[in-house]
DNA sequence: GTCTATAGATCGATAGAC
DNA sequence: GTCTATCGATCTATAGAC
């Protein structure tokens, strides 16, 4: 058997699995052991903060990925409209279609929300504040796009977790299909009110 | 010091609670103990399957309180527009505008989702359906119904979470207000075509 | 019916060999 | 850098006195 991975950044994605499986309390060691592929040892080298360093580490990971791939291209998007719809299906895909849950939604309710709670208000608070910004760039006003993109973002956690309860992804994908049909439509530019 | 309690129902509440502050793995039966005020004796007097049973018994007690409070008066309401706007009034003060999450939805992202996978997928279908009842009964088709419903309840469970991430009850008010501005309004029997 | 004491398992974290 | 062995703390659950 090979020497496995050696990179810090390789065992991120099955640390989030592990967490996103059991929870920060029920991802014992031993289990984190198993999910990675190390032992205590290793981890430890990795992570001289333990556990909560772990999840530390997989949280900025997510974030990470959403300010690249979702708050980033809403904020920066010459086409606003296209922008929601595009960051729209990642979400989608990063959610596997709801078969995935979202580990920041999971531990704003569970009872590691105080130790994380600065990562979880920035999480939450760029993801509004980004998909407000494209909003208002669709010439939405301030108001109004504020409440919108707070109700697009509560409405992708909610989902989640009835998709969860439910165990039908169903309820993500026309939870996600109601979101994209009251976008926005983008005005053609070359000419004055065109009809599509 | 008096006997304190003796009565199982009389414990429900406290066992809630606990529940939702710390979760169920993080409900620790010393932790439940304090909550409550009673020894691990009395704990096992009362729930011989341990703190499975205690959360089991939880979930009876609140899909108990949403039975009579929320879904009955949803499903046998003469005047559906009011009876939404009652439940949601209740639903509302249950949650204590956002400051008391959901315990079924926190399970339903934990990894004792499977434990009690047969109370969560009872408690949202019921209320789903419920839901969906009163708004057929204000005009609407069973499938606009059922789609308004669905999106009613996971918009409360999205707003729960974002509410306890953001730590902002207002997020809570304003996802219900948004609810109730979208309700069906009551159409006046005496007048034909009443003018609001 | 309620308590204390404690069993038995598992937890996160550390030490030290290699 | 990775492992195994093991620490002390904490967990759920049980036993038995009162």
Redesign the interface.
Known sequence: MARTVSERSDVLPLLAEAFR???Y??ASLALIGEATGLGRGSLYHFFPGGKEEMASAVLGEIEAWFETNIFEVLRTAEHPESALLQTLDATEEYFRSGRR?CL???F????T?DRF?RA??H???EWRAAVAAALTKTGQTSPEAA?NA??I??????????A????DPG?FS??IG?IRSRLPKARTKRRRSGNG
Chains 1, 2 share one sequence.
Do not use: C, K
């Open positions: 499986e059991h929870g309390e029920g849950i920041v939604g999971a704003a309710l569970s009872d929300r709670s979880l208000r999480y939450f608070n409440a707070e109700e973002v509560l409405g992708i956690q909610g989902a989640l977790v009835l969860r309860a439910l165990d309820i026309r939870a109601r």
